[in-house]
């Protein structure tokens, strides 16, 4: 019913920029907070970034600040994740989601999509 699909992960090189998007059915996308995380093998998922319902409040880990831009277009039902200055550290399956609260904690968020993987070669 509820569906979060992500899409535009790819392999980059350091320094290079890959714009994500998740695409929501299924829910009242407005009425909903969205997150990105992202997981590395043999490492907890990490939170990135958090976008109020209508896009006017944003947060974001230290980790990808300045570098990272979270952004909504709730007539598409579509999250993005803008990801500049991109690093090897940064390699992981990157996953969007949905809370009725923004949130910096993975249990707040009720919808996950299946992820994308995104590889930054050195």
């Known amino acids: 019913q509820v569906q979060l699909v992500e899409s535009g992960g790819g392999l980059v090189q350091t320094g290079d920029s890959l714009r994500l998007s998740c695409a929501a059915s299924?829910?009242?996308?407005?009425?909903?907070?969205m997150g990105w995380f992202r997981q590395a093998p043999g490492k907890e998922r990490e939170f990135l970034s958090t976008i109020s319902l209508s896009g006017g409040g944003t947060f974001y880990a230290d980790s990808v600040k300045g570098r990272f831009t979270i952004s909504r277009d709730n007539a598409k039902n579509t999250v993005y994740l803008q990801m500049n200055s991109l690093k090897p550290e940064d390699t992981a399956v990157y996953y969007c989601?949905?809370?009725?609260?923004?949130?910096?904690?993975?249990?707040?968020?009720?919808?996950w999509g299946q992820g994308t993987q995104v590889t930054v070669s050195s």
């Open positions: 989601a949905a809370a009725r609260y923004t949130s910096t904690k993975a249990t707040a968020y009720g919808y």
């Open positions: 299924g829910l009242t996308f407005s009425m909903y907070a």
